[in-house]
């Protein structure tokens, strides 16, 4: 009866301890890893302490997606707290036709785009801006440049590095300066005025109120001074002379043509003694009267 009892004793005794080891066991490997081979239905709040994966697609905020295309759909809103990081690209909107392909980062938005911070577009020379449609307003309170990313401090409100074609009207409300270099000696470049350092050509007609010439004017037509309609009072006065008192001709007009030249002017000499008692006009083949 002894032998009975401590033989009972000792098998109730190994069945409990198999059945506590066996559900510490069970109870450790549950906490490890749980694989699901089945649908499973979470009405309250899922926390997972350690890493949840899964081989198919994910599903956020809806149960009727059927049969979800993308790996990670989130139906809602989703806020990435820290930096979300692709290794493709970034696809914003549920349509639209990119012209990118999608891959080595980059990132197409199907609808508007809106930067409340500093915007920096390409890391190299060779990286290009893209636009297809047009602009409708683009401001900046700092200066822009067109054609170079290597001007750090430019001094104009627009820098254009290569050609710049206007197709409308070009206004300025103080002046236009041509040339990179120059002095303005005879303008102040204010209320409409323009410097060109170099040569200009018009290929059309050019109407002045005034017009100054400090070098030589040449033409290979004609010009036509003061012209009116027969009988007619003339309405313009051509003025030719020199305001310099140190001019010994003062006026040099040179005429051409067939190979002979001759020179037309004041002869001073008859206008000796700082009066003017004559005013006889010399013209002469072989005397010039040309300063320069």
């Not at 040449?218 to 027969?230: D, E, I, M, N, Q």
């Amino acid at each position: 009866m002894k032998n009975f009892y401590q033989k009972f004793f000792k098998n109730t005794l190994t069945i409990a301890l198999t059945v506590v080891v066996s559900s510490l066991v069970v109870v450790g490997v549950i906490y490890a890893t749980t694989t699901i081979g089945n649908n499973v239905s979470v009405g309250g709040t899922f926390t997972a302490t350690g890493n949840a994966t899964t081989s198919a697609n994910l599903v956020v905020g809806t149960t009727s997606w059927a049969a979800p295309t993308s790996t990670l759909s989130v139906v809602g809103n989703a806020h990435f707290f820290t930096v979300a990081t692709t290794s493709e690209g970034v696809w914003i909107g549920t349509a639209g036709t990119a012209a990118v392909n999608m891959s080595g980062g980059d990132i197409y938005v199907q609808g508007d785009a809106e930067f409340d911070g500093a915007v920096t577009l390409g890391d190299a020379t060779g990286d290009t801006i893209t636009i297809n449609g047009h602009i409708a307003n683009a401001t900046t309170t700092g200066n822009f440049v067109v054609g170079s990313s290597s001007w750090a401090a430019p001094t104009s409100t627009l820098s254009v590095v290569g050609s710049a074609h206007f197709f409308n009207v070009a206004t300025s409300s103080s002046a236009f300066w041509i040339g990179s270099g120059g002095v303005a000696n005879n303008v102040d470049l204010a209320e409409g005025d323009l410097y060109v350092q170099g040569s200009a050509e018009v290929d059309g007609s050019i109407w002045t109120g005034a017009a100054t010439i400090t070098g030589k004017a040449t033409t290979t037509s004609s010009t036509v001074f003061a012209s009116t309609a027969p009988g007619a009072t003339a309405t313009s006065t051509v003025t030719f002379g020199s305001y310099g008192g140190g001019d010994t001709q003062g006026l040099c007009l040179k005429f051409f043509s067939g190979g002979v030249t001759i020179w037309c002017y004041f002869d001073t000499a008859r206008l000796a003694g700082g009066a003017a008692t004559s005013t006889a006009f010399v013209c002469d083949s072989d005397s010039s009267c040309e300063t320069n």
